[in-house]
């Protein structure tokens, strides 16, 4: 940015989601008063009800898409935005409410709902990228806060974002956790997952459940093998394939194979 | 957002609320000097969890009902948790129930102080966003971001994640934290505790617009405690029940301009749910800290002025902070971070005080521990038929008011709730249907 130059202009958006990567960005604490120093905050309505109109520099967008209007809506934030980053597992995924792909959306409706007229819906929940091009997706849910914090840097200073596609075992080891899978027989997503969260459910005593989604290259079949080794049934395989990215590849695919 | 129609009619509409969690619209339908509609719209699109919990197992429910929502995922999981370990038979004991209570205590603070700093101080003092009130109040959203910042590192200790923990399972925690880690904690809380008694004082100083109603309160009790993790529910009006009680009170209605179920009380009458609710119940219960700083705010023994919540809400955070200095004092890891549970069929319900009102959970177990039923009723859509009656109170006296300065009252009067939309969106199930 050259000196006297607008400063860039960000937006946040969001589609299908629980906010809580909007809150990241919140979480940001101290850093969070001196953002607009940096980068104007152009459109942010859980933050504030100023808004200004795109075009946008950058755009975060959180949430999947799952009705009509909502289709159209990211098509027109896309238009309106230069560069558009998804954040979190709905946005990149379609998030949890996906589970919704695996069965019959006129089914789930009258489950919640009396009315089933009011409810405009679509069959699918999908990622941002199922329906217009984005630039970068960051993974996570919710996305790490000092991850996202690379991510606007990155893209304010035109480089692109240092985030690792390694999977959440190189960060354990590097924690210096023992292995929750080799040491006790616990269930663990590690190997397929992508780092960013630091490793924080084996760091418990805990199997990671793949919060943070398929890393680069994941071997699922072969981790499949190992979980039946250790005499995990496979209704309980696909229950860890299926739940926040449950139709993202690999993972999507993993699930179908164990289904009876 | 606004238009005349003729016929002295007006309609102020806002069609982004903004600073509230999710996505909402107002309407509020003025003909001639009479106040002819208003509404909350919930349109944050649904995304159905209580049916897809159908056939996942007991374990997965307090992290898939997390995903509801990222500002209260304690409450969500807490919820869940009291439920099957109420459809299981289990009790985990009073100090893995310190250590949820500690945990719970993180979420209090985080969230009433994105609350109270970021979202509804700016209405107040006519600001658009915190970073425009930064400018002529930087020292105290400063402060507000510290105090946030406290919670969130509880939440991290405690639960292993500020947003969507890690540690947490039915039956108790995954990994008790030592007693080092509590104890690295303890300096940052005090620091927010001295922050939050000043902030008690700094709201208690903002202007109020007269307004007071006579609401049906309804929070927990417990007889030991200001009740956050659980306890029995009762109402000003003599409720006293039991969580499997629920639904012998209170119903759900699904109407047309929200994804959201309305929920009543079976006489057909609004509730009123959150801070100002607890405060006016259980006000005994506060620590002496807490319930001087009320008293210096001039809170007095209830509270009836929704735009005063905001002064609730921070005499909550000074409660939270002093309540988690207390229990990491008297601090003994459990023996065991869990006890474990083994699956049978049976029916659990759960509830907790999320910060912005009582969250009720049902489920339904099959022999192998899947869910055969789950039923959610979160605070939002319990609260929301009392925003709309707000609304119309407020705005009947104020119809003089130009459509602008209405209009910013009118998001102030529905953000004293602090209205988690994106929790209310998704689930409620009616058991009749009456089409």
Known sequence: MSAGAAPPKLAVWKFASCDGCQLSLLDFEQELIALPDQIEVA????????????????????????????????????????????????????????????????????????????????????????????????????????????VISAFL????????????????????????????????????????????????????????GPAEAPNAPSLSRQLSGLGVEDVDIVRLYRTFHADREPFRSEGIAHER | ???????????????YLARVEGEGAMTVKIRGDEVEQVGLEIYEPPRFFEAFLKGRSFREAPDITARICGICP?????????????????????????????????????????????????????????????????????????????GNDLLRVVGGRAIHPVNVRVGGFYRAPGRDQLD?????????????????EWVAGLPFPEFEQDYEFVALR???????????????????????????????????????????????????????????????????????????????????????????????ILYALDEALRLISAYEPPESAAVEAEPRAGTGHGWSEAPRGMLWHRYRLEDDGSIAEARIVPPTSQNQPRIEQDLRAFVQPRVGLDDERLQ????????????CISCSAHFLKLTVDRS
Not at chain 1, 186 to 210: E, K, N
Not at chain 2, 237 to 244: I, R, T, V, Y
Not at chain 2, 408 to 419: G, H, L, M, S, T
């Open chain 2, 408 to 419: 910013w009252e009118c998001e102030q009067a529905i953000r004293n709730y602090d209205p």
């Open chain 2, 222 to 316: 417990d007889p030991d405690r200001y009740a956050i993790e659980d306890g029995r529910l009762v109402s000003g009006s003599g409720l006293d029940l039991a969580p499997d009680q629920f639904e012998q009170h209170f119903e759900e209605r699904h109407v047309e301009h929200s994804t959201a179920l309305h929920s009543l009380m079976r006489d057909g009458g609004t509730y009123f749910l959150g801070p100002m609710a607890r405060y006016s119940l259980n006000r005994e219960q506060l620590s002496p800290v807490a319930r001087e700083a009320a008293d210096r705010a001039g809170l007095g023994p209830e509270c009836r002025n929704p735009f005063r919540s905001i002064v609730v809400r921070a005499v909550e």
């Open chain 2, 74 to 150: 304690v409450a969500y999981m807490t919820s869940a948790f009291n439920a099957m370990e109420d459809a299981l038979g289990i009790d985990p004991g009073p100090r893995v129930g310190a250590l949820r209570r500690l945990m719970y205590c993180g979420e209090w603070v985080e969230s009433h102080a994105l609350h109270v700093f970021l979202l509804h101080a700016p209405d107040f003092l006519g600001f658009d966003s915190a970073w425009t009130m930064a400018r002529e109040h930087r020292e105290m959203v400063e402060a507000g971001l510290k105090i946030k910042k406290a």
């Open chain 1, 43 to 150: 459109y942010f309505l859980e933050a504030t009800k100023g808004t200004i109109e795109g075009p946008y520099d950058l755009s975060l967008v959180e949430g999947s898409i799952t009705t009509p209007a909502d289709r159209e809506r990211i098509r027109e934030v896309r238009r309106q935005s230069a560069r558009l980053v998804t954040i979190g597992a709905c946005a990149t995924s379609g998030g949890i409410q996906a589970l919704r792909n695996f069965a019959d959306v006129d089914d789930f409706i009258s489950t919640v709902y009396a009315e089933p007229g009011y409810i405009s819906t679509l069959e699918d929940s999908t990622a941002i990228s199922a329906n217009v091009p984005v630039d970068f997706e960051l993974q996570g849910c919710p996305v790490d806060r000092h991850q996202l914090f690379e």
């Open chain 1, 157 to 212: 200073n035109r480089r692109r974002p240092a985030i690792p596609s390694y999977s959440v075992c190189v960060e354990c080891k590097r924690a210096g956790n023992v292995c929750v899978t080799v040491a006790h027989g616990t269930p663990c997503l590690g190997p397929v997952t992508q780092a960013g969260c630091g490793a924080i459910c084996p760091s418990c005593d805990r199997g990671c459940y793949g919060c943070f």
């Open chain 2, 184 to 200: 690295a904690l303890v300096g940052r809380l005090e620091e927010a505790r001295e922050l939050a008694t000043g902030a008690v």
């Open chain 2, 1 to 15: 957002m606004s238009a005349d129609q003729g016929g002295g009619t007006r309609t102020i509409r806002t069609d």
